[in-house]
């Protein structure tokens, strides 16, 4: 830190900010006992509990996950002597908005916590983990957290970054904040019970990995991506279940070596915005339409990481035309968004204004450059600043072709 007077008399302020959490894989969390690290430790233990600290804790429970695991999750708080309250919140994207996390705010308030010894606690997906880590991280200026993920994406993606969010004015994740969790949990027992189709859009999220960022994680989905998927990532055979445990550590690894050099997006060229560029658009105005009463009632929305798998396709089409991935490198991703039985179509990709509106957001949002991660063969990333609608438009035939050679695609269109 410093504090420096300049020539011409103003002040100049340095300080830096240490930011320190922890990702802990920890299976059949809710069944386990932890015990109160010792007094000399700096350390606390999963809920967050200090040989002398506080034991209240306001306990934020997705209520699909409080309908499946509510008795386990009242009796892990109670076998470790919490005082709790519990809150409980829808997940789905339509819950991730200002108006929770003002409501999370209130409960705060309701509740009394007390600023540093009492961390909310999260048993939730990735839309609780960003709209209560935003509520957290603007309450009071901030105040600790500890998040449970419940879903693929959120073990894998959103609780191990420092980013909170919440969506605003039609767009996603318009407002938010950089604010890690003090500590994550993360239980793959937890999976059993999502649905298929979540599943397959977690795995978008570690296939994007794969992609740009380590072959050998790509490789792993190619083996092993569908079969996790049938047995849903438990330990229905012992070679699933190996391959269950990898891809998710993997996946988190992989994520954190991105991210943790990046955690506040001062470099904009990210390798972690691959399948990201037209997406969010895509995926805002999917969910959009999906609520509208007239034309498009009947239309599916995209969950998160279905989107992202169209925009990695579209991306992919462009690497292959440009030689930076070779035609068979391009027929092994396709065949591995299809084995995880992610999309490879939606009308909305038929109307190139949304797909220009993407782009045109994600370059205002990448400080004025397209930056547009593009695979330079599989496992490696590079950057375009130049891609053109006729690229685009090219791309999306190409995506139309694949429709009608995949027979599984009324699934999705
Ligand atoms: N902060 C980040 O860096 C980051 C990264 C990736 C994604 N995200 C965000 O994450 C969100 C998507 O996360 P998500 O897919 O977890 O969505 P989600 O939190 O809405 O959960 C999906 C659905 O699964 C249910 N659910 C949760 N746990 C369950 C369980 N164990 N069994 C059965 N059902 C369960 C929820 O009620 C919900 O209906 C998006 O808003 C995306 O923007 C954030």
């Not at 109670?78 to 705010?105: N, S, W």
């Not at 994007?208 to 072959?215: A, H, R, S, T, Y």
Request: charged share 25%; hydrophobic share 40%; proline share 4%.
């Amino acid at each position: 830190m410093a504090l420096t007077m300049l020539p011409d008399g103003a002040w100049s302020v340095t300080a830096k900010q240490v930011v320190e959490y922890a990702v802990r894989p920890v299976p059949n969390v809710l069944n386990g006992t932890f015990e109160i690290p010792g007094p000399d430790s700096a350390e606390c233990d999963l809920l967050g509990r200090t040989p002398a600290g506080s034991m209240r804790r306001l306990v934020v429970v997705d209520r699909e996950v409080m309908r499946l695991y509510g008795r386990q999750v009242r009796g892990f708080l109670d076998r470790h002597g919490i005082e709790y309250r519990l809150l409980v919140l829808p997940g789905g994207e339509a819950t991730k908005t200002m108006r929770t996390v003002l409501r999370v705010c209130r409960e705060l308030d309701d509740f009394g916590i007390a600023r540093r010894s009492e961390p909310v606690i999260v048993f939730g997906g990735g839309v609780l983990n960003d709209v209560v880590g935003m509520a957290a991280s603007i309450y009071r200026r901030g105040i600790e957290r500890i998040v449970y993920g419940t879903t693929l994406v959120a073990l894998v993606d959103a609780t191990v970054g420092a980013k909170t969010a919440s969506d605003h004015n039609g767009f996603k994740n318009r407002l938010g904040t950089y604010r890690p969790a003090r500590l994550v949990i993360a239980d793959r027992s937890f999976l059993a019970t999502q649905e298929r189709r979540r599943l397959s859009d977690g795995l978008a999220e570690i296939l994007k990995l794969g992609i740009v960022c380590d072959k050998s994680l790509f490789e792993l989905l190619e083996d092993y991506g569908g079969l996790v998927l049938d047995e849903r990532f438990q330990a229905a055979t012992p070679t699933a279940d190996a391959a269950a445990t990898q891809i998710i550590e993997d996946g988190i690894k992989v994520m954190l070596t991105e991210l943790h050099e990046n955690l506040w997006e001062g470099e904009l060229a990210r390798a972690t915005y691959f399948g990201h560029t037209w997406s969010p658009k895509v995926e805002m105005e999917a969910l959009r339409r999906s609520r509208s009463p007239l034309a498009w009632r009947r239309r599916r929305w995209l969950l998160h990481g279905e989107a992202v798998a169209l925009d990695m396709l579209l991306s992919v089409s462009i690497a292959c035309s440009r030689g930076l991935i070779s035609e068979s490198e391009l027929d092994r991703i396709v065949a591995v968004v299809r084995q995880l039985d992610l999309p490879t179509w939606d009308p909305l990709l038929d109307e190139p204004a949304i797909l220009a509106a993407g782009l045109e957001d994600s370059v205002r949002h990448r400080d004025g450059e397209q930056l547009a991660p593009l695979p330079e063969s599989i496992g490696s990333v590079t950057y375009a600043n130049d891609i053109t609608p006729a690229e685009v438009t090219a791309a999306v035939d190409w995506m139309r072709s694949l429709r009608k050679s995949d027979n599984r695609e009324t699934r999705h269109g």
